[in-house]
């Protein structure tokens, strides 16, 4: 099958920001821990949020001012990411609200759902979670290996379909 280049599929990383944050970020201390944890955000189901994140990343920094930690969400499938960030940018009333619009989902992983080199797994996971991660993912080279992997027919026909949706052009 061949395949259109697309966004990878996004793995927040704890990595010191290059820049100071923005106005609004709100800065805490916290110490970045991996958890099993993967965020779908859409922007393109809100037009006013499309707008603000120019159809982007959105950011929350995090530590001392002088070398704050960065937590960058893409839209689409971002996994796995650090519970302890997480929860921090959970807590801002402007996540909330996105969450409160359907436009960020968090989805708990079960144990094994991530492996040692921090992709994940759709075989460790029930149905009902892999094709939500599957419907989340913009990345059609990722949804291929994917589908080389599983054996379950209702997740293989789910990951056929967001492949051709890609490849279509929808997102």
């Known amino acids: 099958m061949t395949t259109t280049p697309t966004k990878p599929i996004s793995k927040p990383q704890a990595e010191p920001a290059e820049d100071q ?4 970020e709100l800065v805490v201390s ?3 821990e ?9 922007p393109e189901l809100n037009e006013a949020c499309l707008q603000s994140c120019r159809g982007g990343a959105i950011a929350w920094a ?13 839209p689409g499938l971002n996994a796995p990411v650090p519970r ?3 929860e921090q940018a959970k807590a801002r009333p402007d996540t909330q609200e996105l969450m409160g619009r359907g436009l960020i989902q968090e989805i708990e992983l079960t144990d094994g759902a991530t492996t040692a080199d921090g992709e994940v797994s759709l075989a460790a996971v029930p149905n009902a979670v892999a094709i939500r991660l599957i419907y989340g993912c913009r990345n059609t080279e990722q949804l291929e290996q994917w589908l080389r992997k599983e054996d379950r027919q209702v997740v293989r026909e789910k990951l056929a379909t967001r492949v051709k949706e890609l490849l279509d052009g929808r997102p």
């Open 21 to 24: 944050p923005e106005a609004g």
């Open 30 to 32: 916290v110490q970045p």
């Open 62 to 74: 995090f530590g001392p001012v002088a070398n704050p930690t960065t937590l960058r969400i893409n």
């Open 34 to 42: 991996a958890g099993e944890l993967a965020v779908i955000f859409t």
């Open 84 to 86: 302890k960030l997480w």
